[in-house]
C-alpha cells in the first residue's frame, strides 16, 4: 500500500504482516513504465532490495495491483498532425498517441479514459492508445472534482438493484423504538452540509448524588434499520467505504433517498436514530451511559455559525426560539466535558483546512480557511465521548467491533523531531516516551513565536495515521483507550459496523451484526481504511485543481509563502492567503550542488553553506498554474540563508542519493 511522507516522497507498507509493517520508501522500477507513476493507496507488486552502502531497504516496483493498470485519464491534444492524450496525474509523463481514425471526432481539450494499447513506432517511442470513454471538458469549471473521480477509482452512481432496496424504504414508526421525539434534540452542521446524521441535547443531571452534573444525549442516525447484512445496499456501501466530498458535488456511500432522505436528521421530522444517554460529573468524568433505539424529531437545524452567533448574543429566527432552552444547556455540558477533555490532554495540533467557494457557473470565487469556532469543539467533544460509550459497550458485551486506532509515533519520528528542534534550539529528550501532554506543551510554548507554525507542522507529521483495525492499540492523538466510530453511518461504513454490533450486543432487533459480518471485519477494517485513503487523497486533488484554475490568472504575480517541505528535487512552498502548495524545483535555486539534510529539513549549497530551510517565510512568484493537474510552479525571490557554523554538519539521508555525484544534488545541469 503506497503512502506519502512529509517531505513529498511515496513510501510501501506490507499490506498484511505480523505486528506494525515499517514504511520502505519507493524507488522506480522496471514496472513503472508500463504500469504509470503508483499514488496514494495503489497496490504494488514490489521488490525489495538492500543498499549496501547504508544497509537500509527501499522498494522497486514490479506492477500495480488492484486496478487496472494500463488505463489513464488524460487531456486530448492535437497538435499539426499528432493525437495524443496527455495524463493528468502529475506524477506520469508518458503519453499516448492515438490515430486519426480513433482520434478523428475528438476535440482538443477532452477529457477521455484511454487504454495503453502497443508502441507507436519503436520501443522507446510513444505508445499507443485506444480512448474507451470521453467523460467531459478540460475547460469544465466542475473538471477538477470530475479528474479526482477518475485518477483515484472512486466508485460512482448505485445499481439499480441499489436504488430499488432504497426506494422500498420505508418511514419508520416507534416499533419496538423508545419515545424520543419529546427531546429537543437539534443538528448542528455545516451551512452546506448535504446530510444530517447527529443530534444533541443536553439538561442538568437532577441526582442530587451527581451535583453539578450533566445528562448530554447525541442520536445518531439509525442506518442500520435500512442497509441490512447481505443486501445490496450494504454491499455497494462497503465497496464504497465511505462518501467522498468535493467543493461541487458528493460522492455518497448511500443514494439519496437514504442520505439525503429518510436517514437524515431533517427538522420537524420523524427519524430512526440509535442514541445514547451519557450522564457526567462536574469535572466532566462519565459516570454512565446508555444506548437506545429510538424515534426522533429533530427540533432544528441550524449552522455552526448560527449556533455560534446565538450564544455570542446574536440569535437569529431559528436559533433564538430555542437559546435559553437548549443551546445554553449544551454549552453549559460542554463547560464541563471540556475539564474531562483538559485532564485527558488530547493532542492539540492546529489544522486549516481551505475551502473552495464556488460562483453559479461553477467556477471557483474564494478560497478561505474554515474558521474555527467553539460550536465545532462542541460537536466534537460530544461526538468523540458518543464513540467511546460505543466501543466500551461492545467491549463490555464481548461483541467483535472494529476500533479506530492511531499508535504512537515511531522512535524514527521522534528522533527526526527532536534532531529538527536542536536546530532551534528547542530541546527534547529522544529517550522519553511519546506523551500527548508533553507535545502539547511544546505547541503552547511555541505558539505565537516565529517557529510557531512549523512546529505545529512538524509535530503533525511525526505522527502516525489513523487506521481501521480489530486489534486495539488505543487512539494516541485522543489519548483514549478505546475507541470506535459511531456517529457518522450516513458516510462511513465502520460506523455502520458499529451500529450493527450495538444491535446484537443490546438485543435490539434482528439487523444487528451477522456471523458473516463477524468472519470478515479484519478484512472490511483493512479494506474501509484504504477507501478512506483513496477519499483523502481525492479530495485533496480536487482542491489542489480548482486552487490551481482560481490562481491561473495570477500567474507571474509575487506572494508570500513558507517552506513546508524539503525535498531532494526541491523545495515545497505554501502560500499564506490562499493555502495553496507550490514546488520550486531544485534546479532553479542556483549554480551549486546542494546537499538534503533530512535532520536538518535542509538544502545546503555543497560549496557556499547557504541553507534553505523548513518553515523559513519567504517570497516567490507564480510561474506556472496547471488547473487540470492541480500544479503549481514558483520561482524564489528570497535570498537564502546564510552558512551557521553552529549547525550539525550536513547529514546525507537516504533522500540525498541522487545526483550526478553520491551524496549530492546537482541545481543545475552544467
Excluded at 118 to 126: I, K, L, N, T
Excluded at 140 to 169: K, M, W, Y
Excluded at 434 to 452: A, D, I, S, Y
Amino acid at each position: 500500500m503506497v503512502e506519502r511522507d512529509a517531505d513529498g516522497d511515496l513510501y510501501v507498507r506490507l499490506v498484511k504482516a505480523s505486528g506494525a509493517a515499517p514504511a520502505i520508501r519507493l524507488a522506480p522500477g522496471p514496472g513503472e513504465a508500463a504500469a504509470g507513476a503508483p499514488g496514494l493507496g495503489d497496490r504494488l507488486l514490489v521488490r525489495f532490495e538492500a543498499l549496501t552502502e547504508n544497509g537500509e531497504t527501499e522498494a522497486r516496483v514490479i506492477k500495480r495491483l488492484g486496478q487496472s493498470a494500463h488505463r489513464i485519464l488524460g487531456v486530448v491534444r492535437k497538435v499539426r498532425r499528432e493525437i495524443r492524450v496527455e495524463p493528468v496525474d502529475r506524477r506520469s509523463k508518458e503519453s499516448l498517441l492515438l490515430t486519426a481514425a480513433e482520434g478523428g471526432e475528438l476535440n482538443d481539450g477532452d477529457l477521455v479514459i484511454a487504454q495503453v494499447g502497443g508502441f507507436a513506432e519503436r520501443p522507446h517511442g510513444p505508445k499507443r492508445g485506444k480512448v474507451l470513454e470521453v467523460v467531459g471538458r478540460e475547460d469544465d469549471p466542475r473538471a477538477a472534482s470530475l479528474v479526482a473521480i477518475h485518477t483515484h477509482g472512486i466508485p460512482t452512481g448505485f445499481s439499480d438493484a441499489v436504488e430499488a432496496e432504497a426506494l422500498a424504504a420505508e418511514a419508520p414508526t416507534l416499533k419496538a423504538r423508545t419515545d424520543l421525539r419529546a427531546l429537543p434534540l437539534i443538528t448542528i452542521d455545516p451551512a452546506d452540509a448535504r446530510d444530517h446524521d447527529d443530534a444533541v441535547f443536553a439538561e442538568p443531571d437532577p441526582d442530587p448524588a451527581n451535583p453539578g452534573g450533566w445528562i448530554a444525549w447525541v442520536a445518531i442516525a439509525d442506518v442500520a434499520a435500512y442497509v441490512r447484512p447481505g443486501s445490496a445496499l450494504d454491499r455497494e456501501a462497503r465497496e464504497k467505504g465511505n462518501s467522498v466530498y468535493f467543493p461541487d458535488r458528493v460522492e455518497p456511500m448511500l443514494p439519496e433517498r437514504l442520505s439525503a432522505g429518510l436517514c437524515s436528521l431533517r427538522e420537524g421530522e420523524p427519524r430512526a436514530c440509535m442514541a445514547v444517554r451519557m450522564v457526567f460529573d462536574a469535572s466532566g468524568r462519565k459516570r454512565s451511559h446508555r444506548f437506545q433505539r429510538g424515534l426522533m424529531r429533530s427540533a432544528a437545524k441550524l449552522s455552526y455559525e448560527q449556533a455560534q452567533a446565538a450564544i455570542d448574543g446574536y440569535p437569529d429566527d431559528t436559533a433564538g426560539p430555542i437559546l435559553e432552552g437548549v443551546l445554553k444547556p449544551l454549552w453549559a455540558a460542554y463547560a464541563v466535558l471540556k475539564r474531562g477533555r483538559e485532564r485527558r490532554s488530547p493532542l492539540e495540533i492546529e489544522s486549516v483546512e481551505r475551502r473552495v467557494l464556488l460562483g453559479p457557473g461553477g467556477e471557483v470565487a474564494a478560497i478561505t480557511p474554515r474558521q474555527a469556532l467553539e460550536a465545532h469543539k462542541l460537536i466534537e467533544e460530544f461526538m468523540i465521548q458518543a464513540n467511546v460509550s460505543a466501543a466500551e459497550t461492545l467491549e463490555q458485551r464481548r461483541t467483535p467491533l472494529i476500533y479506530r486506532v492511531h499508535g504512537a509515533p515511531s522512535p524514527e519520528k521522534i528522533e527526526a523531531l527532536a534532531d529538527f528542534l536542536a536546530t532551534l534550539g528547542i530541546t527534547w529528550n529522544k529517550g522519553d516516551p511519546p506523551r500527548t501532554e508533553r507535545f502539547n506543551r511544546l505547541l503552547e510554548q511555541t505558539h505565537g513565536g516565529p517557529h510557531g507554525e512549523i512546529v505545529n507542522e512538524v509535530v503533525l507529521r511525526s505522527q502516525m495515521q489513523a487506521i481501521y483495525s480489530t486489534d486495539n492499540i488505543g487512539h494516541f492523538g485522543l489519548n483514549l483507550d478505546r475507541y470506535a466510530h459511531f456517529t457518522s453511518p450516513i458516510r462511513r461504513y465502520a460506523d455502520l459496523i458499529v451500529h450493527r454490533g450495538l444491535v446484537r450486543a443490546l438485543g435490539f432487533g434482528d439487523d444487528g451484526l451477522s456471523d458473516e459480518d463477524v468472519s470478515r471485519l479484519s478484512d472490511t477494517a483493512e479494506h474501509i481504511t484504504l477507501a478512506e485513503r483513496r477519499a483523502m487523497a481525492a479530495e485533496r486533488d480536487a482542491v489542489d485543481r480548482y486552487v490551481a484554475a482560481f490562481l491561473e490568472d495570477q500567474v507571474g504575480a509575487a506572494f508570500e509563502g513558507r517552506i513546508t517541505g524539503v525535498t531532494r528535487f526541491g523545495l515545497f512552498v505554501r502560500l499564506t492567503q490562499s493555502g495553496a502548495d507550490g514546488l520550486i524545483p531544485i534546479s532553479s535555486l542556483g549554480d551549486e550542488y546542494f546537499i538534503h539534510d533530512d535532520r536538518l529539513h535542509a538544502l545546503i549549497g555543497e560549496g557556499s553553506g547557504e541553507r534553505w530551510r523548513l518553515g523559513r517565510l519567504v517570497s516567490v512568484r507564480l510561474k506556472e498554474a496547471t488547473p487540470i493537474t492541480g500544479g503549481l510552479l514558483l520561482e524564489m525571490l528570497s535570498e537564502p540563508e546564510p552558512p551557521d557554523r553552529t549547525l550539525p554538519r550536513p547529514r546525507l539521508g537516504l533522500r540525498g542519493r541522487t545526483g550526478s555525484r553520491p551524496g549530492r544534488i546537482p541545481s543545475r545541469r552544467r
